[in-house]
């Protein structure tokens, strides 16, 4: 790995693009990290960073671990990932969004954007205006496409059914405690596939409002996103924003089990260690969280219908065990493990 340019994230990735257009207000990047194995796909999230450098940073963390999930899943598409910024006023127009697919069609296909925290299939079809390299459109039922929110909860879910198995010994998920931080689209469906299993939940999120409707829903209990970390549970679910399991959180874990969809889960490459050196099972974030990639992709290849998508997300938790069983044989963190497969996949 090569780091470069005042950035620690960037890893050789092959190219950082930036884009503006005052007229419509975008400024975006889109950061394409390998293209060995096709295009960079990856999603467009719409948010409001402290700082540009921030945007870009996140962008190439996103997009490298595009690379590494695409690669893990069997995907023939490269990683990347593109980032709109919010303005002060938060617009996400249509002109803005057309201004985007413009910016997309300038890489003749070396990118392929969905949707990702902020955007919907909506925007995915105003961006769909202006160029073609673009997934997670509206289908009908029983295709592949479509919101990929729903096929990422499906996977997760299945993986964290896999992690408690594995390190609880549990048959099923009856009585087995999860927090879950972060009840969006993917950690909302998440929790209601858990609740229908009778798994005991404890919910978190920046919204509480949206947490406590849902709690009421499914008869659980709240959590602040601060408290839900060092809460009692078995396992501990991120599915938000990343870069929260640090020194100083991992510390305060009382799961035995770290599995989520959220992405960049570890603020920091040795934060994996620390999971491991604590006897905590991780499930490496791009290998568990596949299901939503997975789904737009084959939507964007033509390779499959629905029942094609869900096959390959059932095939998730043989990926984790693949990981988890090196771990133990190697004495090596799982996430150290994943990253090392997946960078011989890509050819790094």
């Known amino acids: 790995m090569t780091t470069g340019w005042g950035f620690p994230d960037f890893d050789d990735h092959e190219a950082v693009h930036l884009f503006s257009d005052p007229q419509s207000g975008l400024r975006a990047v889109i950061a394409i990290h390998s293209t060995k194995l096709g295009p960079a796909a990856g999603g467009v999230r719409f948010w409001r960073y402290a700082r540009e450098p921030d945007a870009i940073t996140d962008a ?5 671990g595009m690379s590494f999930k695409n690669a893990m899943a069997g995907l023939s598409m490269g990683g990347g990932k593109g980032v709109l910024l919010a303005s002060g006023e938060g617009a996400k127009t249509p002109a803005l969004l057309e201004a985007f697919g413009r910016a997309i069609d300038s890489l003749s ?13 909506g925007d995915m ?6 160029t073609k390299y673009v997934s997670g459109l509206p289908v009908a039922s029983g295709e592949a496409g479509g919101d990929p929110g729903p096929y990422t909860s499906l996977g997760v879910y299945l993986g964290v059914k896999a ?7 549990a048959t099923d998920m009856k009585g087995v405690r999860v927090a879950i931080q972060g009840v969006g689209s993917v950690g909302g469906g998440l929790a209601r596939l858990l609740a229908a299993d009778g798994a005991v939940l404890t919910l978190a999120d920046v919204n509480a409002a949206r947490a406590e ?9 709240t959590a602040t996103s601060g408290a839900i ?33 959220a992405n960049n889960q570890l603020a920091r490459p040795e934060d994996g260690r620390r999971l491991h050196e604590r ?3 991780y499930a490496p974030d791009y290998v568990i969280n ?11 290849l033509g390779q499959g219908d629905e029942a094609e998508v869900k096959a390959r997300i059932a095939r998730i938790p043989e990926r984790l065990a693949e990981v988890w069983d090196e771990s133990d044989r190697a004495g090596r963190p799982a996430a150290e493990v994943a990253d090392s497969i997946a960078r011989r996949l890509i050819g790094r």
């Open 163 to 169: 992690a408690a198995a594995r390190a609880l010994g």
């Open 213 to 221: 409707a849902l709690a009421e829903e499914l008869g659980a209990a």
């Open 60 to 64: 190439l963390r996103l997009s490298r």
């Open 109 to 121: 296909g070396r990118y392929v954007t969905a949707e990702d925290v902020g955007m919907t299939t």
């Open 229 to 261: 970390l060092s809460s009692e549970a078995d396992v501990f679910s991120p599915n938000a924003l990343g870069a929260i399991l640090t020194e100083t959180t991992i510390g305060t874990l009382s799961a035995k089990v770290v599995a989520g969809g």
């Open 279 to 281: 006897g905590i099972l």
């Open 290 to 300: 596949a299901g939503g990639i997975i789904n737009v992709s084959l939507e964007y």
């Open 125 to 130: 079809t105003t961006i769909a205006g202006t």
